[in-house]
């Protein structure tokens, strides 16, 4: 496999944790608004994602402009996925369906 | 019937009955789709930035002229309201779904490429994304429904 295919797969999986971390902070109650923000668990994410920004950008160098989106939508997948394993969001025929039509037209609009 | 659903409150309260999994409402997605049309927003700053990059002939003087700092601020800015907004949101919508509502940016981007940058828009583009806006209404069905 393209070594900048992995890579921009691995910067779409660890985008796709950080939005894990960020919704399981979302489920805490804090003392306060900016307790809300400013923990941990956000600062991680946040932290997760600009990780994965640099990821991408090495991934854009060797990789044709239009095959990076189109990489990132693997990311709908993995949160699908990861929603299932750590909030035990059903994975419904309806979602699946939805999934489906997102995916075949990211794929006409890159076409 | 007052007192009907007193008693339920009082039994979710107490957790002698499981409490209904919160409901988005119509309200909530859009919300969620104001959200992404700003984060398609910050689409416009970065590139108006990138842009600012290539005008100079030395990246220093790039980074210390107006045309450049304006439009990183908006980027940075607008990603911050984005985060902060986003951080509520994702309360009320399964991650999944939530998260799918992202492919409508790239409707926004057509929009934005054709107004603000004068870019061609072809047919394989605008029926791309109107598919997506399609999968996405029946994401978000399953939310609200």
Redesign the interface.
């Known amino acids: 496999m393209n070594i900048y295919i992995l890579i921009s797969l691995t910067a779409v999986t660890i985008a796709s944790f950080s ?2 971390i ?2 399981k ?3 805490k109650k804090y003392g306060s608004k900016i307790r ?2 400013l923990n941990p668990m ?1 600062i991680t994410g ?1 932290g997760l994602m600009f990780v994965s920004l640099v990821f991408s950008m090495i991934a854009f160098s060797g990789l044709e402009f239009t095959n990076v989106p189109l990489l990132e ?1 693997v ?2 997948i993995i ?2 996925v ?3 394993l750590f ?1 035990k ?1 059903k ?2 025929l ?2 699946l ?15 | 019937m007052g007192r009907f659903y007193g008693t339920i409150a009082f039994m979710q309260e107490n957790k002698l009955v499981k409490p209904p999994k919160q409901k988005a409402r119509l309200k909530d997605v859009f919300i969620l789709q104001a959200v992404f049309i700003l984060f398609s927003m910050s689409h416009i700053a970065i590139k108006i930035t990138s842009e600012a990059l290539h005008a100079f002939d030395s990246i220093f003087e790039a980074i210390f002229s107006v045309r450049f700092i304006i439009p990183f601020a908006a980027a940075l800015f607008i990603l911050a309201v984005y ?2 907004i ?3 949101v ?2 009320r919508f ?4 939530a ?2 509502n ?2 409508t940016t ?1 409707l926004w981007s057509i929009v934005w490429g054709f107004f603000i940058f004068n870019e061609e828009i072809n047919p ?2 605008i ?13 978000n ?2 939310a609200v429904a």
Do not use: H, N, P
């Open positions: 939005q894990v960020l919704k902070s979302s489920g809300e923000y956000v946040y939508s990311g709908y949160i699908m990861l929603g299932y909030f969001e994975i419904t309806r979602k369906a939805g999934m489906a039509i997102i995916l075949s037209g990211i794929f006409v609009y890159y076409q | 985060a902060l986003w951080q509520q994702i309360k399964d991650l999944s779904i998260y799918a992202k492919a790239l394989a583009k029926i791309g994304a109107l598919i997506v806006c399609v999968g996405v209404i029946i994401m069905s399953e």
